[in-house]
């Protein structure tokens, strides 16, 4: 059985760094860490000069002294592939390895991510550098599992030298066999692109104003994303060979062009995700009165649970976040650590595992603070982390509980990659995405983000009441059929502005819209416009109550085999439809002809009867965060300033085994664990 | 006799791509096309690879095909050339035909105007494939026309490839002969940038702080434009050998970096434009009351009548623009379509001509939309282009119409290039004729823009009353002997700061100032300055009425042979000149030394009895457009809302043969053709 | 004796550019600059050409017939060597000599500064052209000194050719002596960065977000102040060999990555400034009722200062400053070319030359206005400066004293560039610097910048009564030892947070906080962060009184040997200690764990008894600057409106002779230079 996510036990951990502190510190450190209840460390992922200084040259001295010591205790190892940084000989020898901006401009030795993973030697490098450290250490008792290199497409995620070229070029025969089919599918007639030889397709280039062909890039993205897999996988392979039955392979954050389901099925047994809330700092939002500025982890941590019901923290924040080139940002505040590695568990994280040790005294990352600070010295967040890992203990019942939701947002990679080659389709996208959480947050209504992912889907959409598919401008058959089974067998499908207007090459299609939904939604859209920016509110009627459309109108004609529901009663189009719904079956399909504003996600949500499920059991304000593992309540509350809940019934805290009943406070940047199943 | 701009009828057109369509959907396109009112197609201009697909292998099949079945239809067709976007092979095989930025990156295959104009491949290359396709089509029956190129300098109109080099070293030895006097003329004592051989000198290059000589940047300017003209001037003299008697050669939009007069002049049979008034959402301006955001493109427009008294549009505008990375706009509202085009033909379009058939499925510009949208269904776009063409044939007595106004704003080339090396003189310009524009507008005062360009004038000088010309730093002998001759006849010239403070160089002039204009004006400009940006309004008294000034000061001293007749009364220098009225002559020249702030250019108009001269007719709102072509009054609301005008004596409205007349509604985004010479 | 900076005399000089005027107008400026009191003309800083035209061609026909003229007449001479902008041919010939960006585009031939100070060839052919032009002028009666290139790192402080990494690495070699100390140095061990070959190591060059290893940076910002300084002194020494005895050399400006100390000792007689306040017209900063703005220029006079403590102003702003890429700015306003120039004169300046006799009319500094405009007409400013220099020769007896202060702002060069390579350094380092230069100059407490510089002191700190040393990050226990010995005999020293943070290679330390400093200022920092952007103002309790921390709080534990004073009352950290002071014999050193607030620097200077010394002589406005040489007392107004000021007791007025005493108005940009020694 596994170490971690493991159905059993919520388990900490730590980031470590022994390369950068005397050999003379590491046995206080691990003893330290593990007196503070941390069990796990993460390490190596940036050593590879330790372990093969010059070319050839493999040199175990300092893992076997590190790791030796560390086998005389409890503690247990994650061990990262360093292959985010390659060596200076590498980099000087084969400058081939080296990614570029559009421009051709190469990237330097000295920062990270500056390889690309599409050449031939630098996947050969890190398969030996992969082999070695994995046939040394995987039998060690000592191991528990293994990172692949680091924050995979963090940073940098487009890609342009020339073995990008070369292996774009094949990825794409592969695909399409001919120039001719090619041409076709990226619609090369427009401006005359015709490709006449495989040797003139290249990855994006630089361009007159910035523009290449939105086909070509969508498929580019799945590049990448195919580039990132099978780079990783050759790693996850060499593991497999040496690694114990029960030790595990992840990798750490959840970055942009990957499809990190296929990604995970290939080569992981589990995602950790890196969490910064801090970075709320950094992004220039306000801080608004909800908290939704921290909260907005929760995003990714839904994401997260996507890829992997079940997954881990690798980097839980506990200092302030920051480059030496960064402007300074904050520490945590008191009790911000625990609340925000609890909102990580809230969303189904095992295993935390915190950023980092002690802060770096140098490098680029030498304020990217740890929980001590370069002294070493006993700090307020030390015994934080330490009172944290005590509570751990107490909920670890949680472990075996999955997160609860009637309501999923449904996505897939081929309209997330295309959003981002489209900018009508992104600003749509992301209104309604944006205008989803907020409101679903606000209403404490849980929900998961569910995937079709390339071979499959992420979760059985049956188990949903109500699904979300906001944009999908593209749809392929296959996906309609899976919809239709939902909806036939009594599930709830919205669609909203758009949806089914491109095919899986991202070429609009030339039947009338919605394309391929037209069946399932049972509606016909006449015409379309972007709303004009300046123009006064533009209102739908739906049922009698007013709701704002939002950037974009689908004109429905009532053709469709649905019913109009809702109408426009603003502007020029004023009468024209704005909601359809076919009922199919036992359940049914809403056409929604704009972008979701949060007014209508709100109305949706209310009239389908899935908003805040759990009102019965608890009350809470709008800027306090609920969340469901089984019959455990997360309550945690973003703010600096105290509130008021009220319980509806007693449930009792799992921590203190007390009875919480009536109205009851939660402290400022404090948290709740609740048993709803039985009474104290 | 052409068959188009004949001063017979006003025609419509459209745009379209055979080769973005199942060749089953030709037939019918073009019978829906003739059905709602449009005899011309535009084809052709990206279409390269359909006659050339490998080098030197040339096929017809295609257009053969497509104009085979044209000609069995009264549908007329206009033939662009396809070298705005050269093939793949092309540019693969000979990269040094590509432009580049100023750091010499290359801009690479996939958009559009990736070329550079001097490249000897390239020039030979667009000749053989002009040729090709004149010698195979020019005699067709179906042919009207043909477009060289599309867009010319848009979107890039800076090159800096090799090629551009290498030309430009020839083309300043023929200007100059020597490095000598190159030196001379650019001034390159200045920072010791002294050339001492012609392989020294290059086009502009990157430089510390992206300092070029500016003397060297406008002599490149000129470069540009002539690169342009010759490049293009190819592709006309093969076509003049093949083309029928009575087809014409146009180009379509109007761009920087090229003397437009000359090169009409030397390659056209006359000018189109490309009309696209939505461009104003995606200016950033706000939108004003009385909608100069969309009327700003009649300053366009005017601009095309200055270089083609009677002109086309070649793309009006019928759908929201878009490229697939840009963020979106909505469609033109109902009425917009017509009002806009109506915007054309009162400005001296005789030809208007949409953009386009029908919204491309694929490719950068999917959301360029056209009439249809890609399913081709019927929809209120074409509705509303069908009734235009009707509209079109009852108006199409104002054909043989010109244009009519007594104020003209005077520009020269030397000096709209030298505004773009000097932002001294780009800040004052632009300030000027926003004015310019703005109160023209506002008040109802119809205007042209006259142009010296290359080897001439635009127009017959005598014609006007009163003409601006705003800021002529550069001013040359032969310049001022013209304007001389119109003084002397009665004109009424205005110049504003900075004339005549530079010669053909861009060079300051070591006079007085104002420099070669001092006889003319006879003003003496004692001290200049740009105001202060945090003072106090600077205010001049011109016969006891209060101007502001605007961003610059020249101060007069008097000394000169005119009359002051503003001083300043604000600041340091007051009691110094402002302005001064030289008599000479039946005519007179002022010399107004600021820039032209709104209330500067009313006091102008009213005080030269030039103001509003339609006031007689009708009063219109401020947010309504007056343009005159001969007896026939266009008036075009902008707005949203509806509006009131009074007609002072009856007109008769063109299209409904109605009477006009007292108070009468002009709906929003309506429009009025009202003929003033016959009452109903 | 030299001929400036003499302690006798303040004098008056112009640049001037002799190369672009015909030879024609040559005599009759000269009699004109000296009719106006200008007894300096600075020339030839860009004349290789003239000198050189062909490579190893030399002629020196133009300066003998220019130097030629001048010695007939009183006027001396400053040459300035010309190697800010190397011959075409050079360049063309050895491209290797020019600068390029981080990405490794060449900045090419055009502008100034392209070259890089590293590249063999270039120094070969400056030490040629210098000694060409030495060899030949240097005994001439009319040359008073000498003026090293122009503006050495001006624009471009950033090195980036492949000269500079092979520079780098030859200077790395001899600081560290081995790869494994560089690596220890920079700590290279982060990210796998470790070198193992020189060959591998680079200037910094383009990475993955723009990261580059902060000691790195640290040392390379060190290495270009290192060489631009031996590329300076290949020409001092040349210019040594032939150089009259009374002959000085200098440079003009004053720069970054630059020791200027270091290089005054090394290469230089005194420094001279360029002063152009009217840049405060471009630097976006709002106009503030304090004139603030212009003063800011003051700022930079008192670092000159601190180089050398008597100077000179090599570029005194005459006219509007401008290339012609930038948007126009203002002439100065009657008085302020006097105002500015006195300024200079109030802190140290003893030389005031004037940029420059006339407008260039041609070039990228066509609009940077001298006194003349182009045309050469007598004009207003050329009144103004001959009024100016009448006035130097009144109050010569200024030249003697040196200006005085009893508070002193400590810097020194490691901190400087360290702040450059770490933002959260750079934040509170100018935040305090601000606050201090603020509150100093609106309170009339007269200050001198100190700097610790390679090799020493650039004064003797127990000349002063309080030193602000606001974030001395980086220290050593040689600056400890320095520091001890003030604070032993009776000084106050001032730290600020962060203090002693880092060591000499910017790593931060490992010991307990302050570091280094943990001794000296007896403080303990238990806990640190910057605050949190959004959180209502932190307030320190000091003995009573609140003062607002800024951007950042150490707090301190207590266990120091120094006595807490001040502790926070605000946020989760109230009662921690935020201020300290440790008395150590007969003086003390203050601890202030935050940025300085304007409210901080107040108080430190109200509590320690220096703010306002000249408050028993005379009340100003906060918005009149207030400087003091000797006996002299300056008070110059930067308003546009008179003020009212008030004396105490009576001062002779230094111009008039006159007796100030009780009210006293001064005029909107008007000064006033008072004896306080002696009544009238």
């Given at each position: 059985?596994?170490y ?21 510190l590491?046995k ?37 002294r ?14 990262g592939t ?11 020898k ?32 890190c ?19 293994w ?41 090369t007639?427009?401006?005359n ?11 994006p ?9 939105p ?7 799945r590049?990448?994303?195919?580039s990132?897999r099978s ?5 996850s ?23 990190n ?26 801080v ?16 997260t ?5 079940h ?10 976040n ?15 650590i ?48 330490g ?12 472990a075996?509980e ?24 992104s600003?749509?996208?992301q ?11 606000k ?21 949903y ?31 909203g502005?758009?949806?089914g ?16 939904f037209?069946?399932l939604?049972g ?45 426009y ?27 979701f ?11 389908l009867?899935?908003?805040e499920?759990y ?66």
């Amino acid at each position: 059985m596994q170490y971690l996510i493991n159905g059993e036990k919520l388990t900490a951990g730590v980031c470590y760094y022994p390369e950068h502190w005397p050999e003379s510190l590491w046995k206080e450190d691990i003893g330290r860490m593990l007196s503070h209840g941390i069990r796990f460390i993460r390490i190596g992922e940036f050593a590879w000069s330790l372990v093969e200084p010059r070319e050839g040259e493999f040199n175990h001295d300092f893992f076997d002294r590190f790791l030796g010591l560390v086998r005389e205790t409890e503690m247990k190892v994650i061990f990262g592939t360093p292959t985010a940084t390659p060596p200076a000989w590498l980099t000087e020898k084969y400058p081939e390895v080296l990614n570029a901006d559009i421009r051709g401009n190469i990237f330097r030795h000295g920062s990270r991510r500056h390889y690309n993973y599409n050449s031939p030697v630098y996947r050969r490098k890190c398969a030996e550098i992969t082999e070695v450290i994995a046939a040394r250490y995987a039998k060690w008792e000592c191991i528990a599992g293994w990172q692949l290199d680091n924050e995979l497409n963090c940073e940098v995620s487009n890609f342009y030298s020339e073995a990008d070229s070369a292996a774009f070029r094949t990825w794409l025969r592969d695909r399409y066999q001919t120039t001719d089919a090619l041409n076709e599918a990226w619609g090369t007639v427009f401006w005359n692109q015709t490709y006449t030889s495989w040797s003139e397709v290249y990855v994006p280039r630089y361009t007159c104003n910035g523009a290449n062909n939105p086909h070509q890039m969508l498929d580019y993205y799945r590049f990448i994303s195919d580039s990132c897999r099978s780079f990783a996988q050759i790693q996850s392979e060499i593991i497999r060979k040496y690694k114990k039955d029960d030790d595990f392979i992840t990798t750490n954050g959840l970055f942009g062009h990957l499809d990190n389901h296929a990604f995970r099925r290939q080569s992981l047994s589990f995602f950790t995700y890196d969490s910064y809330p801090n970075f709320s700092n950094q992004t220039g939002k306000p801080v608004d009165e909800n908290g939704l500025r921290d909260r907005w982890w929760s995003r990714k941590l839904a994401e997260t649970r996507s890829v992997s019901p079940h997954f881990g923290i690798m980097e839980q924040q506990t200092g302030a976040n920051g480059w030496n080139i960064w402007p300074g940002v904050p520490n945590p505040r008191p009790g911000q650590i625990t609340l925000w590695a609890m909102q990580s568990v809230a969303h189904g994280a095992d295993f935390i595992s915190f950023f980092r040790w002690r802060t770096a005294a140098f490098g680029t990352e030498m304020y990217w603070n740890g929980i001590l600070d370069p002294s070493g010295r006993d700090n307020e967040r030390l015994a934080e982390v330490g009172a944290f890992t005590e509570i751990l203990t107490k909920i670890s019942c949680v472990a075996k509980e999955h997160c609860l939701a009637d309501v999923a947002i449904l996505k897939d990679y081929d309209n997330v990659f295309d959003s981002e080659a489209d900018a009508w389709h992104s600003q749509i996208e992301q209104a309604s995405m944006d205008s989803l959480f907020t409101v679903l947050q606000k209403t404490h209504t849980p929900f998961d983000y569910v995937y079709f992912y390339e071979g499959g889907i992420s979760a059985n959409l049956h188990s949903y009441r109500v699904i979300f598919y906001p944009h999908p401008l593209i749809v392929t058959p296959e996906r309609i059929r899976v919809l239709e089974q939902y909806v036939k067998q009594g599930g709830i499908l919205i669609l909203g502005a758009r949806a089914g207007c491109k095919d899986h090459t991202g070429r609009c299609v030339t039947k009338r819209l919605p394309g391929l939904f037209a069946g399932l939604a049972g509606a016909d859209v006449k015409e379309y416009s972007f709303l004009q920016p300046d123009q006064p509110e533009v209102l739908i009627d739906w049922d009698g109550e007013k709701i704002p459309a939002a950037l974009f109108a689908d004109r429905l004609s009532g053709e469709g085999a649905g019913d109009i529901t809702g109408r426009y009663v603003s502007d020029y189009f004023a009468g024209d439809g704005a909601i359809s719904v076919n009922r199919c079956a036992d359940g049914c399909v809403y056409y929604y002809g704009s972008a979701f504003s949060d007014a209508a996600v709100e109305a949706f949500l209310r009239r389908l009867g899935v908003k805040e499920p759990y009102a019965d059991v608890v009350t809470v304000p709008e800027s306090v965060e609920l969340a469901v593992r089984g019959p455990y309540l997360f309550l945690l509350n973003y703010r600096r300033d105290a509130c008021s809940l009220h319980f509806h019934r007693p449930v009792t805290d799992l921590i203190s085994g007390a009875e919480l009943s009536g109205e009851t406070a939660l402290a400022g940047y404090g948290f709740i664990v609740a048993d709803m199943s039985r009474p104290a």
